[in-house]
């Protein structure tokens, strides 16, 4: 039972446009989320986290929205550079836990 | 500091092969995990330990065993290698939950191969 879903994929958008990526998390007790950035052969990179206490977290081009009664969280890169193309993990995990729930991941490709 | 380390890069392995993964930090974090990344199914749980002595199962842990005497080493042992664990591992580390933040730092993976 997959508790944290990446619907999409993949997706592209042409670089200074906006990218939004999705996730949908159905276990009502995490309450930190975490999205982590990949590129290919290399591990994982911490990007931004949000807890449930909060509805919005920024960091420059990044900015991560929680709508906590629909169970989803967004990543929007505005604007978005080519070197932002890369696998995009979401991730989240309870207060009390130190281990983190991945999903499966939308992989961005900023063309152009 | 170099993070987060493991090793082997690459290995290649006939079926019913044994062999360890090695992973070390060294930013004396408590938490210390191991992932498998396959395609469509993002990164999942192995094993992972809160402290020296101290090891738990996650989503699959059939087929590997872990162990944790040190809190920079964490390595994970394949007993018989199977063409299901085809794949590629992180290891990845944190302060223990109990901080205000537990941001997870990973590795650079070793991709496996059983044949």
């Known amino acids: 039972d997959q508790q944290v879903k990446q619907n999409s994929p993949s997706l592209s958008v042409q670089e200074g446009r906006i990218s939004i990526l999705n996730c949908d998390y159905t276990n009502s007790m995490f309450d930190y989320f975490l999205w982590y950035k990949k590129y290919p052969a290399e591990g994982p990179t911490f990007l931004i986290s949000?807890?449930?206490?909060?509805d919005k977290n920024e960091d420059g081009r990044f900015t991560v929205f929680l709508n906590k009664s629909a169970k989803h969280l967004s990543l929007h890169i505005v604007p978005s550079q080519p070197g932002d193309s890369a696998v995009y993990f979401c991730?989240?995990?309870?207060?009390?836990?130190?281990?983190?729930?991945f999903g499966t991941g939308t992989r961005l490709q900023v063309t152009l | 500091n170099a993070g987060v380390t493991q090793t082997p890069k690459f290995q290649v392995l006939k079926t019913g092969q044994s062999m360890t993964l090695q992973c070390a930090q060294d930013?004396?974090?408590?938490?210390m995990s191991w992932y498998r990344q396959d395609p469509g199914m993002g990164l999942r749980l192995i094993h992972y330990?809160?402290?020296?002595?101290?090891?738990d199962q996650g989503e699959v842990p059939n087929g590997y065993n872990v162990s944790r005497s040190t809190t920079e080493d964490f390595p994970l042992r394949l007993l018989s290698a199977a063409p299901s664990q085809t794949s590629v591992y992180f290891c990845?580390?944190?302060?223990?939950?109990?901080?205000?933040?537990?941001?997870?730092?990973f590795g650079p993976g070793t991709r496996l191969t059983v044949l």
């Open positions: 330990s809160v402290g020296a002595g101290i090891t």
């Open positions: 949000i807890s449930s206490i909060k």
């Open positions: 930013m004396n974090h408590e938490y």
């Open positions: 990845a580390s944190s302060y223990a939950s109990s901080r205000s933040y537990n941001e997870q730092f």
């Open positions: 991730a989240a995990k309870t207060g009390t836990a130190s281990k983190l729930t």
